[in-house]
């Protein structure tokens, strides 16, 4: 096969992934602080050959190096829930999960059999001194979360909520249930960063542009598909017209 060919399907490879990015980013538009992802490329040169002229020739193909995350906020959207809250600025909650420490965006938040304040998939949050947060058995009185985290029933403060950041958020891996792990030292969050009761951070992925993004990258793969069968199309009759020549 021609070098042409390999470039091409290098170039096929990635397209592929990048296909399945955008495919991931639509199936999670509707997910709590969800972030878009883009993935990044970088050329990769093969080390070539020295020919009869002492010359090295050397091709450049495509491959995609790692995928990089959107970090911006996602809109905000009113719930009621006065166990929802949303994260305004950089920062996450601190979840204890039974792999150890996890951090996340996504404050749809419960209460547990034990009256623990757990994240959807039922792991506890902690507070700004790595306890969980517990609200009192029989107590009636509607929770208020203020802009630190600070939890009150009635006259009675029962916690406030760790709102932990990082440096290097692309640093951090994503795992399951909008949960990320990462082996990098929180510390906490900037004052600007706030909590919203009874708010919820919508994904950021636009529906509409990844839509766009698919159909040009379709037409792309398409556009490198016809180019390596035109090249296969041109070898064959090479083949076969040399054939021709050495048989007469």
């Not at 490879?13 to 602080?33: F, G, K, Q, Y």
């Amino acid at each position: 096969m021609e070098n042409s060919s390999y470039i091409g399907l290098s170039r096929m490879t990635t397209m592929r992934r990048e296909m399945d990015v955008i495919a991931n980013n639509l199936a999670n538009m509707n997910s709590n602080a969800y972030k878009g992802e883009r993935v990044m490329f970088e050329e990769y040169l093969s080390r070539g050959t020295t020919g009869p002229d002492t010359r090295s020739n050397r091709f450049s193909f495509v491959t995609d190096s790692g995928v990089l995350r959107d970090f911006s906020t996602g809109k905000m959207t009113n719930t009621g829930n006065p166990l929802d809250i949303a994260i305004t600025g950089n920062g996450y909650l601190s979840i204890d999960t039974p792999q150890g420490r996890r951090y996340t965006r996504d404050g749809h938040l419960r209460l547990d059999e034990d009256r623990r304040l757990v994240t959807a998939g039922g792991h506890p949050v902690l507070d700004n001194r790595d306890r969980e947060i517990v609200f009192p058995q029989n107590d009636q009185n509607v929770p208020a979360i203020a802009a630190d985290g600070t939890i009150t029933l009635g006259a009675a403060q029962i916690g406030k909520i760790d709102l932990v950041a990082f440096q290097n958020e692309q640093g951090m891996r994503k795992t399951a249930q909008g949960l990320y792990a990462t082996d990098l030292e929180p510390q906490p969050a900037p004052a600007s960063s706030t909590l919203a009761q009874g708010m919820l951070e919508s994904s950021n992925v636009e529906p509409i542009l990844e839509m766009t993004n698919m159909i040009e990258l379709l037409r792309q793969y398409q556009n490198t598909q016809n180019l390596i069968d035109g090249e296969h199309d041109r070898l064959r009759r090479a083949v076969e017209r040399l054939g021709r020549s050495s048989g007469q």
